[in-house]
Antibody, heavy 117, light 110 residues
């Protein structure tokens, strides 16, 4: 069974940093492209970032480019999202997700990031 | 990377067919056949319904179908059922390993 379990969320002050993790199991993580997608409370889905299977190709939404960094450890089946210079607009549940053909058919339950003073 | 435009809400009666549009530009929807659709019930994670514009993952009902014309992709739900009441999101590849979601559509079954 595919499982994606996010962690690392919490309350952080504006301008602060947070590192999210996504532990993967039940599939061949090292062969899989991975996404981060966020959803603010009561709002829609927002694509954040994607990384290819070996970590050599990344993409970012304009809203996070230069502040967020996606990375992965294929030896530990774990995906990361380093988030710096956080603002209130970054408050959301952050999901990791994976799938083929540019889509995401497996999603984690997400971890809540709240940016507030 | 502007969000793709979807109608805020669409409604229909049980058994009817409804179509949700997803309008982008020639840089995203119009340029790539990498459009996916997701269904999200309240408090749940999104579920993939359609990928690569028209393909259905295994296990997804054939009542859901996708299409595209120019810069607009569409999701059609036929034989509308009460369980189809949910939010629906489209997503398109934009190039350079980036994607954009639609604004989302709430489907109500009357």
């Amino acid at each position: 069974e595919v499982q994606l379990v996010e962690s690392g969320g919490g309350l952080v002050q504006p301008g602060g940093s947070l590192r999210l993790s996504c532990a993967a199991s039940g599939f061949t993580f090292r062969s899989s492209w991975m996404h981060w997608v966020r959803q603010a409370p009561g709002k829609g889905l927002v694509w954040v970032s994607r990384m290819n299977s070996d970590g050599t190709n990344t993409g970012y939404a304009d809203s996070v480019k230069g502040r967020f960094t996606i990375s992965r450890d294929n030896a530990k089946d774990t995906l990361f999202l380093q988030m710096n210079s956080l603002t209130a607009e970054d408050t959301a549940v952050y999901h990791c997700a994976t799938g083929d053909y540019g889509s995401a058919n497996y999603w984690g339950q997400g971890t809540l990031v709240t940016v507030s003073s | 990377q502007s969000a793709l435009t979807q109608p805020a809400s669409v409604s229909g009666s049980p058994g009817q067919s409804i179509t949700i549009s997803c309008t982008g530009t020639s840089s995203d929807v119009g340029n790539y056949n990498i459009v996916s659709w997701y269904q999200q019930h309240p408090g749940k994670v999104p579920k993939l319904l359609i990928y690569e514009v028209v393909k259905r993952p295994s296990g997804v009902s054939n009542r859901f179908s996708g299409s595209k014309s120019g810069n607009t992709a569409s999701l059609t739900i036929s034989g509308l059922q009460a369980e189809d009441e949910a939010d629906y999101f489209c997503c398109s590849y934009v190039g350079s390993n980036t994607f954009v979601f639609g604004t989302g559509t709430n489907v109500a079954v009357l």
